[in-house]
C-alpha cells in the first residue's frame, strides 16, 4: 500500500521569504502522479502543483516549484516570495496511473500547517 | 460559472438518523468522489464512481452509501450504521484520464 509521509506538522516563514515543506512517499508503482494542495481557513482545497513521475523536469506554478527526487521518493514544496495569503495546510497527495490511465484513489498526508508572518 | 457545490455546508445529525449530503457539478467531468477529513488528518477516500450508474468503494466506504444516476450529481448518505460520523466531508470530480481532482466547499457534519 502506498503511504505519504509529511514530517513538519507546523512551519512559519516571514512575509517575503522562502520555505520548503518537505513530503516523502513508499510506493512500488512506477508510474504516478504526486500533487500539493492548499487548503486556507475556508477549508476549500485548492490545487497547486502536480508532477508526473515519469516527467524528470520539476513542475513550477509562479512563486511555487516541487523538487521531485524519484529515487529518493521525496517531492518538496517550495514556496518563494512567500505572502500573506500562503498561510493554510498544504496536503502533499499520490495516485497511482495504471496504463489506461484512469483515476482512483488520491492518499493524502497529514498536512503542514503554514503560517506567513508579516 | 463552472464549478463543483456542496449543500449544506453545515449539517447537524441526531441518533439513528440517515442524512444526505448533495454534491453537484457543472464542469462536465465524468470522476466524482468523497472524501472524509479528520482534525489533524488528512482526506481519506469514502466512495468514487468513474461513471454514470457505476461506484466503488474506497478506504473507508462502512457506514456510507452513494448512487450515480446523473452525471453532474453524486449524494452521499451517512447511514446510521457510520458510528462516527462527525467529521468535514469533501467532494471532488475530474475529467476521467486526467487524473488532478478538484474539490467542492465541503460539508461540515455534526452530531447532536
Known amino acids: 500500500a502506498q503511504t505519504v509521509t509529511q514530517s513538519q506538522p507546523e512551519m512559519s516563514v516571514q512575509e517575503a521569504e522562502t520555505v520548503t515543506l518537505s513530503c516523502t512517499y513508499d510506493?512500488?508503482?512506477?508510474?504516478?502522479?504526486l500533487f500539493w494542495y492548499k487548503q486556507p481557513p475556508s477549508r476549500q482545497m485548492i490545487l497547486v502543483i502536480r508532477?508526473?513521475?515519469?516527467?524528470?523536469q520539476n513542475a513550477t506554478e509562479n512563486r511555487f516549484s516541487v523538487n521531485f527526487q524519484k529515487a529518493a521518493k521525496s517531492f518538496s514544496l517550495k514556496i518563494s516570495d512567500s505572502q500573506l495569503g500562503d498561510t493554510a495546510m498544504y496536503f502533499c497527495a499520490f495516485m497511482k496511473s495504471d496504463y489506461g490511465g484512469s483515476q482512483g484513489n488520491l492518499i493524502f498526508g497529514k498536512g503542514t500547517k503554514l503560517s506567513v508572518k508579516p | 460559472d463552472g464549478g463543483i457545490t456542496q449543500s449544506p455546508k453545515y449539517l447537524f445529525r441526531k441518533e439513528g438518523q440517515n442524512v444526505t449530503l448533495s454534491c453537484e457539478q457543472n464542469?462536465?467531468?465524468?470522476?466524482m468522489y468523497w472524501y472524509r477529513q479528520d482534525p489533524g488528518q488528512g482526506l481519506r477516500l469514502i466512495y468514487y464512481s468513474q461513471i454514470v450508474n457505476d461506484f466503488q468503494k474506497g478506504d473507508i466506504a462502512e457506514g456510507y452509501s452513494v448512487s450515480r444516476e446523473k452525471k453532474e450529481s453524486f449524494p452521499l448518505t451517512v447511514t446510521s450504521a457510520q458510528k462516527n460520523p462527525t467529521a468535514f466531508y469533501l467532494c471532488?470530480?475530474?475529467?476521467?484520464?486526467?487524473?488532478?481532482?478538484?474539490f467542492g466547499p465541503g460539508t461540515r457534519l455534526l452530531v447532536l
Open positions: 464542469l462536465n467531468h465524468d470522476a
Open positions: 510506493t512500488s508503482e512506477n508510474n504516478y502522479y
Open positions: 471532488a470530480s475530474s475529467i476521467r484520464g486526467l487524473q488532478t481532482q478538484y
Open positions: 508532477q508526473e513521475a515519469y516527467k524528470q
